[in-house]
Nanobody, 124 residues
Framework: QESLVESGGGSVQAGGSLRLSCTVS???????????MGWFRQVPGQEPEGVAG???????YYSDSVRGRFTISTDNNKRALYLQMDNLKPEDTSVYYC???????????????WGQGTQVTVSS
């Protein structure tokens, strides 16, 4: 079974940046023949929101709420997934989870929680 470590959360003022990382012990897309990697966020008591996805061919997908501010990427060895978050807003405050899915269309709504989550807090 693969091991996974999420990191990079923290507190920042509005307009600031954070970079989330999700590092796994095996090649990302080889795990259970996954098609899509991504990130979703969830505020306690609210529905989860898929924010970014990247398929095994490198195509990227973003929610309207983060497009133009967040960038998803993988490293060259495809053992790490990143989410660069720029121009953060207070409404970005949430727990962010590394996620995956078998959806070849990389629908953000199909992302399943994979990591333990990391807290991002943006103050105004």
């Amino acid at each position: 079974q693969e091991s996974l470590v999420e990191s990079g959360g923290g507190s920042v003022q509005a307009g600031g940046s954070l970079r989330l990382s999700c590092t796994v012990s095996t090649v990302l897309y080889s795990v259970y023949s996954l098609q899509c990697m991504g990130w979703f966020r969830q505020v306690p008591g609210q529905e989860p929101e898929g924010v970014a996805g990247i398929d095994k061919h490198g195509s990227t997908y973003y929610s309207d709420s983060v497009r133009g501010r967040f960038t998803i990427s993988t490293d060259n060895n495809k053992r790490a997934l990143y989410l660069q978050m720029d121009n953060l807003k207070p409404e970005d405050t949430s727990v962010y989870y590394c996620a995956n899915s078998w959806d070849t269309g990389c629908s953000l709504g199909a992302l399943r929680k994979w990591g333990q989550g990391t807290q991002v807090t943006v103050s105004s």
